[in-house]
């Protein structure tokens, strides 16, 4: 009965073993399991929620769209701007091509009255 006894009591021993051994393994993962959850809840409070980022693209939609408008009036009134220069160029081009037609009139005229070559 002795040998018995002490297969039995190795047996249990044995199984001792694998219990701790198993028990530690457990723990050592569930520690990393618990590692990685508390990571993420941290990383978690500095993501933003879907409602805060459709609200945030709403408004920069709403600004863009305010800027469209009024780099369209900008637009407008450069073009308006430089057909006012145009408009100003030709009159001033008109002003020296009048002045030159004078000038040249003016010469024939003194020429003819006083007979200078």
């Known amino acids: 009965m002795d040998d018995l006894e002490k297969s039995f ?16 393994a457990m723990s050592y993962r569930l ?3 618990n590692e990685l959850r508390a990571q993420l809840n941290n990383e978690r409070g500095h993501y933003t929620t ?18 469209l408008i009024r780099v369209g009036h900008i637009e407008e009134r450069t073009y308006a701007a430089e057909a006012v220069d145009k408009r100003a160029d030709v009159t001033s081009d008109r002003i020296l091509a009048t002045a030159a037609v ?13 007979n200078l070559p």
């Open 9 to 24: 009591d190795s047996k249990l021993e044995l199984r001792d073993r694998a219990l701790e051994v198993a028990a530690a």
């Open 31 to 33: 520690e990393g399991m």
């Open 50 to 67: 879907a409602e805060k980022m459709e609200s945030e693209i709403a408004r920069i939609d709403s600004r863009h769209a305010d800027l």
């Open 102 to 114: 004078a000038l040249s009139l003016i010469a024939v005229v003194s020429t003819v009255i006083l």
